[in-house]
């Protein structure tokens, strides 16, 4: 699924790294487009996200249904009214309609080039169903979750310095906090630009960002584990 902040092409390098095979449960707190999860094979694995409808959206796509095309008129219409629409529809227009995956970042599906990119965003999503089969899903704050003891521990949060779309501005600093004292009952890596002296950096790879509408440059993102 393209997703803001998406891991879907470095999915295979961060799995190789963290080899979730030698834990008991896989778990991820900030799951998002489910990119790295729905590649997992792991009998355990718990996927949450702190956005109801994107978590009806996978649901959803968990019980079958294949999400519709949505015209320019109705995506304007669940934009303005989304308490009008059941969650898992409002998702596929937010989402899946929306340019690059920006929550209603612009409609997508009137493409001027022969491009179907709506139709791209469907397929997308509908290869991952397979992969998503047997994941639990929750929808909670990620102070909020219990996570067992000897977990193995993605996290990919908003980052510093950069808007949640669903929630505004991301508490980075309380965020490392609650990463810390989780590393001390479990393995916890994460996913940001940058971390507190006490993480080390164990990846890195170089990636571009389309974190701000409009704008694309090449970043280099990192992966910490306590």
């Known amino acids: 699924m393209q997703y803001i902040g998406g ?38 694995r718990y996927a949450n996200d702190n956005n109801t409808y994107l978590i009806s959206l996978w649901k959803s796509i968990q019980e079958g249904r294949i999400p519709q095309r949505i015209s320019k008129t109705q995506y304007e219409l669940i934009k303005l009214n989304p308490d009008h629409y059941p969650a898992h529809i409002v998702a596929e227009a937010g989402f899946l309609a929306s340019f690059k995956g920006l929550w209603f970042g612009g409609y997508n599906g009137a493409a001027t080039n022969g491009r179907d990119y709506n139709g791209e965003m469907i397929r997308n999503v509908l290869r991952q169903a397979e992969g998503m089969k047997g994941v639990i899903l929750s929808c909670l704050p990620y102070q909020e979750l219990d996570i067992p003891d000897g977990a193995l521990v993605y996290c990919d949060p908003p980052y510093r310095g950069t808007k949640n779309y669903h929630s505004g501005q991301f508490d980075s600093d309380s965020f490392w906090d609650w990463a810390r004292e989780l590393s001390s009952r479990c393995t916890v890596y994460v996913s940001e630009f940058n971390a507190p002296s006490d993480f080390n950096c164990v990846h ?17 993102e990192r992966v910490f584990r306590c």
């Open 7 to 44: 891991k879907s092409k470095f999915k295979n390098q961060l799995i190789k790294l963290m080899e979730p095979w030698n834990y008991d449960i896989y778990f991820e707190p900030f799951a998002g487009g489910m990119n790295v999860i729905s590649s997992v094979v792991h009998a355990h």
């Open 204 to 220: 890195s790879f170089e990636r571009k960002n389309h974190m701000n509408y409009g704008r694309t440059e090449n970043v280099i």
